[in-house]
């Protein structure tokens, strides 16, 4: 016996810098939660970075990440990966 499927209708998506801030909520929760488990930060960390990369060159290519990543060198440097620190 088959059963209609309903579906609701789909939300517009939010503007890009809306799915950010909501994204970095979702990494926070999910953060959080792993720390209270007792995961190391650092082996968080890694994982983040290694899943971030992984879906980035599933998305744009080896090359273009490999590109976007040259300036991170400058920017941790510049302090733009730094929480809490004041600039002025």
Not at 11 to 18: F, G, M, V
Not at 55 to 82: C, H, M, Q
């Amino acid at each position: 016996m088959s059963h209609p499927v309903s579906y609701a209708p789909a939300r517009a998506p939010l503007p890009d810098h809306e799915q950010k801030q909501a994204a970095l909520s979702y990494l926070n929760e999910a953060w959080a939660e792993a720390r209270h488990d007792g995961i190391d930060g650092d082996c968080l960390a890694q994982a983040s970075l290694f899943a971030a990369l992984a879906e980035l060159v599933g998305t744009y290519g080896e090359d273009a990440v490999a590109k976007f990543v040259e300036g991170f060198p400058a920017r941790i440097r510049n302090g733009e990966f730094s929480v809490g620190v004041s600039r002025q």
